[in-house]
């Protein structure tokens, strides 16, 4: 008669009074480490194609797909991922006698969903101190920066050099 781990989760393990079957053993061990590991498969579309019928996900099961290298759980009804999916970069600026500076940056890899983006500037001493940044026009590809004079009356000014970090985090 069968048995399952010490450990409580389902595994199921032959006993030595059972007819030797070491095919049903392999498989019993397979399949109670695979569903309970992170499972690795090269899109969504293929997770899906595969866990069907017997292999069905379950809640709690956790996957990681070759395509977006994030890592899913499944709540039951829908693969969720694990964590916020973030991005960050730096754009490095330099522009001669502007009050206002605009740039087109460009994500590494396209959200899913329109994420949220955070900027700071690295305002310098004299004529570029008190400048400010934002991100507008953000898509799921990327934001237009805004970077602009704040309000001490550094207009048209020269910067060479200045960094401005970015940070999206999906929602």
């Known amino acids: 008669m069968a048995t399952t781990d010490d450990y409580g989760q389902g595994v199921t393990v032959a006993s030595l009074t059972d007819a030797p079957d070491a095919e049903a053993l392999a498989k019993n061990v397979a399949n109670g480490i695979v569903s309970r590991s992170v499972m690795r498969f090269a899109s969504a579309a293929a997770r899906t194609a595969a866990l069907t ?10 996957s990681t797909l070759d395509d977006t290298d994030l890592l ?17 970069g730096q754009e490095t600026i330099s522009f001669s006698n502007l009050a206002l ?20 500037i690295n305002s310098q001493s004299g004529s ?17 920066l805004f970077v602009y004079a704040g309000g001490d009356g550094s207009i048209n000014s020269t910067w060479s ?6 940070n999206a985090v999906a929602p």
């Open 161 to 166: 050099g200045v960094p401005v970090q970015w």
């Open 53 to 62: 019928g017997v292999s069905a996900p379950v809640e709690g099961m956790l």
């Open 128 to 144: 570029t101190a008190r400048w400010g940044s934002r991100a507008y026009g953000i898509t799921t590809s990327g934001f237009t």
């Open 72 to 88: 899913y759980r499944y709540n039951g009804s829908a693969w969720r991922l694990v964590a916020p999916f973030s991005q960050s």
């Open 101 to 120: 500076y605009t740039t087109t940056v460009t994500f590494p890899i396209v959200f899913a969903s329109t994420p949220r983006v955070f900027t700071n």
